[in-house]
């Protein structure tokens, strides 16, 4: 599985960017994929996930401003981010792990597949 991130970039307080993770290979029959970031100096935190059900959690810094989505048929997972503000600056890395069995939260699990990020800047 590969997984390569795009649509980072600089933008101004306030606006907007959509983030896409192509997706290669075949992650398993249920997976989640997750958006996570590492701001400098600190510890990398979740953002957002999604289940193959279509089961989404988000951090609560951005529960309102940011939409997790992902679109099967073009093998992409997309984070779209409004209101951006300066703490957003980050890199942000897309995920993906499969899993089996029930009562699996997507925003708990330990993810396997990692792309390289993509850096994010708000000023």
């Known amino acids: 599985v590969q997984l390569v991130e795009s649509g980072g970039g600089s933008v101004q307080a306030g606006g907007s960017l959509r983030l896409s993770c192509a997706v290669s290979g075949y992650i398993g029959n249920r997976y989640c994929m997750g958006w996570f970031r590492q701001a400098p100096g600190k510890e990398r935190e979740r953002v957002a996930t999604?289940?193959?059900?279509?089961?989404?959690s988000y951090a609560d810094s951005v529960k309102g401003r940011f939409t997790i989505s992902k679109d099967n048929a073009k093998n992409t997972l997309y984070l779209e981010m409004n209101s951006l503000k300066p703490e957003n600056t980050a890199m942000y890395y897309c995920?993906?792990?499969?899993?089996?069995?029930?009562?699996?939260?997507?925003?708990?699990?330990?993810?396997?597949?990692w792309g390289q990020g993509t850096q994010v800047t708000v000023s």
């Open positions: 999604v289940s193959s059900g279509g089961t989404t």
């Open positions: 995920s993906a792990v499969s899993f089996s069995g029930v009562g699996i939260l997507c925003r708990s699990v330990t993810y396997k597949y």
